[in-house]
């Protein structure tokens, strides 16, 4: 399977899921085990890749309620532990590849997580705004489809929101941390470790700025 495939919108690559050749992993979140099952044709279809781990061992405990979202949700991990850390909160999980939303779904109903909502990008209602953001984004799409990706989603943070995203320390993390800031986010630059970089990113506050609903 070529590189790419993971974030077209219909893979070519044949489907494994439902067979005895789909593969499992389970996460440990939130005092509870999250059964997450994988496909070809999805990001990181043999298990749960190191940059997931280091952003969902390094971020903040999200709050208790809100309006959540998993960027580029793959077989959705980000989204599940979300969910479970948080079930009185909704949880986008997006998604182009219309594979892995499938598969998103399908392991949130695995685990009983029902505060999940996977959809396209598209079908997101332009309105709703995010009071937590975490992702690994798809750096292979390329540095400009990346930025405009990221800056579309950034923008839908609430007042009170916050990003936490993992980028491989190789690719990029300290100048998309550099070009976060002059496009006038706040940006930490957090935990390194197993070559990737986690960035918590926030919008600039205004004075008075009214809250954006969700």
């Known amino acids: 399977?070529?590189?790419?495939?993971?974030?077209?919108?219909q893979p070519q690559v044949a489907s494994v899921a439902h067979s005895k050749d789909q593969n499992f992993a389970v996460l440990r979140m939130a005092g509870r085990d999250i059964t997450v099952g994988t496909d070809r044709g999805?990001?990181?279809?043999?298990g749960i890749d190191q940059g997931t781990m280091v952003l969902l061992e390094s971020a903040a405990r999200p709050p208790g309620t809100g309006t959540f979202l998993d960027l580029g949700c793959g077989a959705g991990p980000i989204a599940l532990s979300l969910a479970a850390f948080s079930?009185?909160?909704?949880?986008?999980?997006?998604?182009?590849?219309?594979?892995?939303?499938?598969?998103?779904?399908?392991?949130?109903?695995?685990?009983?997580?029902?505060?999940?909502?996977?959809?396209?990008?598209?079908?997101?209602?332009?309105?709703v705004r995010f009071d937590v953001l975490w992702s690994n984004p798809p750096i292979r799409i390329g540095k400009q489809e990346l930025r405009k990706l990221l800056t579309t989603w950034l923008s839908r943070l609430s007042t009170i929101g916050e990003a936490w995203l993992v980028i491989n320390r190789n690719l990029?993390?300290?100048?998309?941390?550099?070009?976060?800031?002059?496009?006038?986010?706040?940006?930490e630059r957090l935990t390194s470790k197993r070559g990737f970089r986690v960035l918590r990113v926030t919008p600039t506050r205004v004075p008075g700025q009214p809250e954006l609903s969700s």
């Not at 999805?42 to 043999?46: A, L």
């Not at 219309?98 to 392991?107: G, V």
Request: hydrophobic fraction near 35%; aromatic fraction near 8%; proline fraction near 3%.
């Open 1 to 9: 399977m070529s590189d790419e495939q993971y974030f077209t919108t």
């Open 42 to 46: 999805v990001f990181s279809r043999k």
């Open 87 to 127: 079930p009185q909160a909704t949880v986008y999980a997006i998604d182009i590849n219309e594979r892995a939303q499938k598969l998103t779904a399908a392991n949130a109903q695995r685990n009983g997580l029902l505060n999940v909502i996977t959809c396209a990008p598209h079908e997101v209602d332009e309105h």
């Open 172 to 187: 990029g993390s300290d100048s998309l941390a550099v070009w976060l800031t002059e496009q006038g986010y706040s940006v």
